[in-house]
């Protein structure tokens, strides 16, 4: 008889377990966000939880989205605070050469120009200078491919199994990833505010140049949007790696092959109006969760 008890109230408790879940768990559960119909992507709110992910898992090249991991590199070698605009960092002959390459996104600099280190990497971030990106890589660690190894080794350390980084600009196709694996390197860039400072920037320039370089993403300053990275391809087609602080939570987004195998521009015109329609979707749910609590 006492086994017999012991028994109904551990059925019991197990029951319970299962049949209350956690406020959040049940609210996350039934986020209504218009996911993208192709591609991949993945959402999380801070304090909240993972709001799904979406599409086919497997990696795939991420274009520009690839300087986030550059850009997080340099920062953690070469640390800045707010208002530090570090260290003077001379332009070489191969990033001069390359300001004007045909296909690529590229900023104009001069071989010798001192520039430092916080605006060349707006200048990598705000208006996509592959040149730069490079750059910054060879002035690092002496050489791009060295540089890309520091940039493997941080994605492994981070968790990011189904990651490759052959390139720190993007520019090569051979360069993949996921949206997963995307959304813990935003989680970590993000807690740089030097990163946080230069990718909500809405303009930069090129020191000794008057044109304002806008930034490429659009969506800045809508929906509580405050970054972070687009990149385009004609293979990685539209991405978007997107941070929003809405009533003080801190909202990350990654979308992955938007119109793939169209053109550029197209493309990344695709991934930012998915990702306007997923960040004006979270912001609602996060409203109206708020309201509903108070």
């Not at 993000?190 to 044109?211: I, K, S």
């Amino acid at each position: 008889m006492r086994r017999f008890f012991i028994l109904l109230l551990l059925a019991s408790a197990l029951s319970g377990c299962g049949a209350v879940p956690s406020v959040s768990e049940a609210t996350v559960s039934d986020v209504p966000l218009p996911w993208p119909a192709e591609g991949q992507s993945a959402v999380e709110v801070e304090g909240v939880g993972s709001l799904g992910v979406s599409g086919d898992p497997n990696p795939v090249p991420i274009a520009s989205v690839t300087k986030v991991m550059t850009a997080y590199v340099i920062l953690r070698r070469h640390p800045l605070r707010p208002g530090d605009d570090g260290p003077l960092i001379e332009v070489d002959r191969t990033a001069a050469d390359e300001s004007y390459v045909p296909r690529e996104s590229t900023v104009p600099v001069r071989e010798g120009q001192r520039i430092r280190l916080r605006h060349l990497l707006e200048l990598m971030m705000v208006p996509l200078g592959n040149n730069v990106a490079r750059l910054l890589a060879r002035r690092d660690s002496g050489s791009q491919e060295r540089f890309v190894e520091r940039m493997n080794a941080t994605a492994h350390r981070l968790g990011m199994a189904d990651t490759t980084y052959t390139g720190a600009s993007g520019n090569e196709d051979s360069t993949v990833s996921t949206a997963a694996d995307q959304l813990k390197l935003a989680k970590k860039a993000m807690h740089d505010p030097v990163l946080r400072e230069v990718v909500a920037q809405a303009t930069t320039v090129v020191p000794g140049d008057a044109r304002r370089l806008p930034n490429t993403n659009t969506l800045l300053n809508k929906h509580g949007v405050i970054g972070i990275k687009t990149g385009s391809g004609t293979a990685a087609g539209g991405n978007l790696m997107w941070a929003s602080r809405v009533r003080g939570r801190l909202v990350l987004g990654v979308i992955l092959g938007q119109a793939a195998n169209t053109n550029p521009t197209a493309a990344k015109a695709a991934a930012l109006e998915a990702g306007g329609r997923m960040s004006a979707a979270v912001e609602q749910w996060l409203l109206k969760r708020r309201t509903a609590r108070t």
